[in-house]
């Protein structure tokens, strides 16, 4: 059985962060869960916070 990745979506622009694919151009692997994402990192798009962001379900 593979692994269930989520997504999370940018509230303010829309960019989309996948657990799967990570974001490696900011050092993020992939199969990074969201939880894991550093308190401190931005939306590579528009430079929101983490707490812009809701889960896609």
């Known amino acids: 059985m593979s692994a269930v990745y989520n997504s999370y979506i940018c509230v303010l622009c829309g960019y989309i962060y996948h657990e799967e694919e990570g974001c490696p151009e900011d050092g993020i692997t992939p199969g990074t869960r969201w939880e894991d994402v550093p308190m401190n990192w931005t939306c590579p798009e528009c ?9 896609i379900d």
Do not use: L, Q, S
């Open 47 to 55: 430079g929101a916070r983490k707490e812009d962001f809701e889960r």
